[in-house]
């Protein structure tokens, strides 16, 4: 393919905001390049073959699953847009999966009648109270900016009356889409809850390689350019205005506008006109993760769940470690194996189960490279012996690892500090300070492979495809 050095769009991040938004503006035959630093795409969302063997990174499963044919909600609609069918993407429903705090459980499925049926069960006293719960939730607009970064802690102990409860609804949500520390936006609360217990979990046989080979496929087929290993060093401004972006290697493209899926203090760090400042907090929730290759199906020694979310006390602590490489206290079990796969997809070729927790970037950072070898292996044994209160002990069923830490995170996302889920403080409208230039995926507010997916295109027709 001829590249061109002008184009109505120029996308910075070849992830899943970003593929999204050029497939978008390419159907309207706008010439988009989308930039990548790296030599794949994907993001935190990739994956990468080591000794034979297919690894996703940052999958556990995508959110937000909808029936074939349904006409409502985040999946139907990035259908939609992008002109995929629900086919392309052979989706298999979670097994089900748990939260586990000690002495008491809630297991969820992709029918939230499981998880009433729980809370009724465990917290009979909450039971109108948790319905109230649902029928606030059922209407809140994503896009809303006035509201969304309200208490979801305050709120919460507004509308239900049992501590322990509250904590165990906020686990997994925080988990899987809160950049804040100790407490939640209320509108993030809302996407999350609805995205995980009211639509659900799903994965594709084929793991995240199948989407991104969908999307890029769709995205070069309209004529989109993608570029690997372009990163941007800078974004030209002039007079308010964005008029396109130097690579690092020097080599200059101009553009009506700018779509970047960066995060905003990331994007703001690139223009310069450095004379204009824009204060912004970086998020500190940041992950190490593990990939345990088994032997066996996890199923064979007795473990069946999709995801558990853990919490080894009955107060949820989401902050990044006080002293420590990593807190072993909470964590995410996964196993790709316990979706609900067609007989045609068969089983995956080994058992897996991947852990994940919160660790400290600035740390792992500061390590040196014989330390830090020595700390991954550490923590993986850490992080194991702390899953297995909460799973059966898979410990000697393992053939080989992988392990990933916040080191690995701000490679592929650039974000400081390693963050997970960006910055605290979300852009909804995807706005800056210059005029064309905007923002997708994790800072605009919508997290997730789904959510990513949607915020790309909603930004693209809101701030892309105007006339």
């Known amino acids: ?70 006409k409502k909600g985040p999946l139907a609609r990035l259908l939609k847009q992008l002109r995929f069918r629900w086919d392309d993407f052979q989706l298999a429903e979670q097994a089900g999966s748990r939260i586990a705090f000690p002495g008491i459980h809630l297991d969820f499925t992709n029918d939230i009648q499981t998880l009433v049926a729980e809370v009724e069960s465990k917290f009979p006293h909450q039971k109108e109270a948790f319905q109230n719960l649902l029928n606030k939730l059922v209407d809140y607009d994503d896009l809303t900016q006035d509201d969304f970064a309200l208490s979801t802690r305050k709120i919460l102990g507004e509308i239900l009356s049992d501590p322990l409860l509250i904590e165990m609804l906020l686990c997994p949500l925080m988990w899987y ?62 007079n308010g205005h964005a008029t396109g972006v130097q690579l690092e290697n020097g080599t200059v493209l101009t553009a009506k506008r700018i779509l970047s899926s960066a995060g905003i203090i990331e994007t703001m760090r690139m223009c310069d006109d450095q004379s204009i400042s824009q204060v912004q907090m970086a998020g500190e929730m940041s992950f190490i993760e593990s990939i345990s290759v088994l032997e066996c199906q996890p199923k064979k020694f007795g473990f069946d769940k999709t995801i558990v979310f853990y919490n080894d006390s009955e107060t949820f602590h989401w902050t990044k470690p ?6 072993v206290r909470t964590g995410v079990i996964c196993s790709p194996n316990n979706y609900l796969y067609s007989s045609d997809d068969g089983e995956l070729d080994a058992g897996f189960v991947r852990l994940t927790t919160i660790a400290d970037h600035q740390r792992w950072s500061d390590l040196s490279p014989e330390r830090y070898a020595y700390e991954k292996l550490r923590w993986y044994d850490e992080s194991v012996a702390s899953a297995v209160r909460f799973m059966p002990d898979f410990r000697r069923h393992v053939i080989d690892t992988d392990v990933f830490t916040p080191k690995t995170i701000r490679r592929f996302t650039s974000h400081d500090n390693g963050a997970v889920y960006g910055a605290p403080d979300k852009q909804l409208d995807g706005t800056t300070r210059l005029d064309n230039l905007f923002l997708c995926g994790t800072d605009q507010g919508f997290v997730g492979i789904v959510g990513a997916i949607v915020s790309g295109i909603s930004m693209a027709n809101q701030h892309c495809l105007r006339t």
Request: aromatic letters at 10%.
């Open 177 to 238: 889409g809160n950049a804040r520390e100790h407490d939640m936006d209320w509108g993030q609360f809302c996407i999350m809850f609805r995205s995980i217990f009211l639509e659900g979990f799903a994965r594709p046989f084929k793991g995240v390689r199948l989407i991104l080979k969908h999307l890029v496929r769709r995205f070069r087929e309209l004529g989109g350019e993608l570029r690997l290993r372009s990163g941007v060093a800078k974004i030209c401004v002039d």
């Open 1 to 70: 393919m001829n590249q061109h050095n002008e184009y109505d769009t120029i996308i910075i991040g070849a992830g899943m905001s970003g593929l999204a938004a050029g497939i978008r503006l390419a159907h309207y035959d706008q010439r988009v390049c989308v930039l990548e630093k790296h030599w794949t795409i994907g993001g935190l969302n990739s994956f990468y073959r080591v000794n034979g063997r297919n690894y996703d990174v940052g999958l556990h499963a995508m959110t937000n699953f909808t029936e074939k044919g349904a």
């Open 322 to 327: 006080s002293s420590h490489l990593c807190d």
